[in-house]
């Protein structure tokens, strides 16, 4: 048996957000000015309050809690709310080339293919399914719903807990300190991908960019040649 851990952002999924200009800020009062009128300014400074309010009680908060208490919302409300706010910082969104392949390929050789994901549910789950990968995954991890991200060792613990998962488990990311670092300690497999979105480190055992064919070898230990 073999499972697979997937970090998302940077290492299956190219994404850049900006969350910091004004003209974002603009539009996120104007969508929400049903709920609680006040300028971008003001909107801004007490959403960053808030949540550095939870990041005191938990090392990872839920975006859904800060927007419920921001707007006094539902949380019905403030999924929806939630999801616009994403879209709305995000410059661009897409699956690096190759990782459908490498899915696909997986689960036909019937690895167990798992999320582990520092992020937040509201926004990682529509995207997901956005970018036609959920299908794939047997189990996702977000630490939103954890209250606790990686490197934290209890974050890697308790999601494989509640996967189950078996046998030879690999650990794939993008960044060394909070992918493979804490993976290798709990005696995982790793494979680290130095994508555009990797912090600067000097791990020496990487693969450069998202060699998917590569990726497949190294975990299945088979030979495909040419293949692309």
Excluded at 21 to 45: D, I
Excluded at 119 to 135: S, V
Excluded at 154 to 173: P, R
Aim: net charge neutral.
């Amino acid at each position: 048996m073999k499972a697979v851990l997937f970090d998302l952002y940077g290492t299956l999924i190219d994404i850049h957000t900006d969350e910091e200009s004004e003209s974002f800020w603009k539009k996120v009062a104007k969508k929400t000015k049903k709920f609680q009128k006040c300028n971008s300014s003001e909107l801004r400074k007490k959403y960053l309050s808030l949540c550095k309010q939870k990041q005191q009680s938990k090392e990872e908060i839920d975006i859904l809690e800060v927007f419920e208490e921001l707007l006094c919302i539902s949380k019905n409300q403030a999924v929806k709310v939630a999801w616009e706010f994403r879209k709305g910082s995000t410059k661009y969104i897409h699956l690096y080339k190759g990782v459908k392949k490498l899915l696909k390929r997986l689960k036909i050789e019937g690895v167990s293919l798992y999320v582990l994901s520092n992020a937040q549910e509201a926004f990682t789950l529509p995207e997901l399914k956005k970018l036609g990968i959920d299908e794939y995954f047997d189990g996702i991890a977000i630490s939103s719903a954890y209250g606790v991200k990686k490197p934290n060792l209890e974050f890697f613990k308790e999601a494989i807990k509640s996967f189950n998962a078996e046998g030879e488990i690999w650990m794939i990311g993008n960044d060394a300190e909070c992918d493979i670092h804490p993976a290798k300690e709990l005696g995982l497999r790793t494979i680290f991908i130095e994508s555009n979105l990797t912090p600067i480190n000097e791990e020496e055992d990487k693969i450069i960019g998202f060699q998917w064919n590569k990726i497949l070898n190294t975990i299945l230990d088979i030979n495909l040649g040419n293949q692309n």
